[in-house]
């Protein structure tokens, strides 16, 4: 195994002319190491995962699955078009996948650091293989918990549903394990630690930016729950995440792009590949923002436990907050989404401020609905959707008088009203998802859909 080196100092991008995956392994206690190379600077990445309670044949190929896919971080330093597999090409459907994730889902990094276009990396392929579907109904479910209102609404859904539920964090933010205490079912925990010298080439001069998290997150859930005898990986990805921000030089730049449709289709196919893998699919695809946050409202139990400010996860523990920032595109989108269906107090209540009664906030929440350019590079939704909450609570009593919400509807809605049929269509439910039935008619059950 080779051992991590040290960042050459004042590191060029643009003179790496490979990256390798060089190994992998799983401990008996859950340890896990991915080791990874840009030409000579190696990197190891470790993962801390649950001691594995069952031995299952599927466990080596989503550890492969994992290796690759969690590799876009180190990748990403230099963009190297040239890929080396040294444990082994992945088959047909992963690299769909990886071509996938390492182009359109490095398509915001692409813009941030202004190249020209996307990466393009070229991967070896494996043996073309028929992935499986399994027709067999859902037994136990895995549901990924990030400490947002999502997540607590897929768990209501899988709560719904009576199957055997346990819950997976990487990592224990506050808002993470209070949620997981809120909903008071079996709560795993994995860690996560980047090798430091990344962190360090990315101060020599390494490409940074944001990367397909959400994928990684996916495959350590697949290997979670194939290592603890669960069937079912239960993703909380919205059918918002798959709108794109813009178009650039032709592509459609999408900061959700691993939440979005395509990209699950993608990752279920992967995992498909794998013997005695898990299924995985969202249980909230069919379903937009405003929807859940309707369905979040009414859900007292986790109004005080949940979270979803980045600035609560930052990688910086020094920068890293308890709760909302109040002053983010995230808090500024959360707060308007569920407004049109909550009182004043009880959402200022929980954001500590009354987002949408300060003047300064305005424009932050213009850019929500696009207005001056384009949607901002966060986890918000659709711009229709803002829209909507905008025109709902325009005709709130307890709303409309809001200085924000005044100024948005005489400045931004104006011309750009939803009618009722448009209105009407946000709250139903579509029919682009791999929700199995039952499980649809508990997701309905829940958002009263």
């Given amino acids: 195994m080779p051992v991590p080196t040290a960042p050459h100092p004042g590191f060029d991008p643009s003179a790496i ?3 390798q995956f060089t190994y992998r392994t799983l401990e008996p206690d859950g340890t896990l190491r991915l080791g990874y190379a840009l030409d000579d600077i190696d990197f190891e990445e470790r993962i801390e995962l649950p001691p594995p309670t069952v031995d299952t044949p599927a466990a080596e190929g989503l550890l492969d699955l994992l290796h690759w896919v969690a590799g876009v971080s180190y990748f990403k330093a230099a963009i190297p078009r040239h890929m080396v597999c ?20 490095l398509g915001e990094f692409a813009y941030v650091n202004g190249l020209e276009r996307l990466p393009n990396p070229q991967f070896p392929r494996g043996a073309d293989t028929t992935p499986s579907r399994g027709a067999l109904p859902p037994r136990s479910l895995l ?24 819950l997976f964090s990487i990592g224990d933010a506050p808002p993470v394990r209070a949620t997981g205490e809120a ?30 998290v959400t994928a990684i ?8 729950a194939a290592t603890q005898g669960i069937d079912t990986v239960l993703l909380a990805n919205e059918r918002s995440a798959s709108a794109g921000n813009f178009i650039y030089n032709g592509v459609e730049i999408n900061h ?13 196919d992967a995992a498909a590949e794998v013997e005695g893998a898990p299924a995985i699919f969202s249980i909230l695809r069919p379903a937009s923002e405003l929807a859940i946050a309707r369905a979040f409202a009414g859900m007292n139990r986790y109004h005080r436990a949940f979270t979803s400010c980045n600035r609560v996860f930052a990688l910086d523990p020094q920068r890293r907050l308890a709760s909302w920032c109040c002053d983010c595109d995230k808090c500024r989108f959360v707060y308007l989404i569920l407004a049109p269906f909550m009182t004043p107090d009880a959402l200022s209540g929980i954001f500590g401020a009354d987002l949408l009664d300060d003047p300064s906030q305005y424009e932050g929440f213009a850019r929500l609905t696009a207005t001056g350019g384009t949607k901002p590079f966060e986890c918000v939704g659709e711009v229709a959707e803002c829209l909507a909450a905008i025109q709902l609570l325009q005709a709130d009593v307890e709303w409309a008088a809001r200085a924000n919400v005044r100024r948005l509807a005489d400045e931004v809605l104006v011309g750009r009203e939803l009618s009722q049929r448009e209105l009407d ?9 791999d929700v199995p039935e039952p499980l649809l008619g508990c ?7």
């Fill in 17 to 19: 002319r490979a990256f």
């Fill in 86 to 105: 040294e444990t082994g090409a992945p088959p047909a459907a992963a690299e769909r996948l990886l071509a996938a994730l390492y182009s359109e889902g």
């Fill in 143 to 166: 549901v990924p918990v990030g400490g947002g209102k999502d997540s607590a609404v897929a768990i209501e859904v899988a709560r719904a549903s009576g199957l055997p539920t346990t």
């Fill in 183 to 212: 909903a008071a079912l079996e709560h795993l925990f994995a860690t996560r630690t980047l090798d430091p010298a990344l962190i360090e080439l990315n101060a020599q001069g390494a490409l940074n930016g944001h990367v397909p």
């Fill in 217 to 224: 997150v996916g495959c350590v859930a697949l290997l979670i």
């Fill in 256 to 268: 959700q792009f691993s939440k979005g449709r395509r990209a699950e289709r993608l990752l279920a």
């Fill in 425 to 433: 269509a946000l709250f139903a439910l579509s029919d682009d998802h």
């Fill in 443 to 449: 997701l309905r059950e829940v958002l009263r859909a």
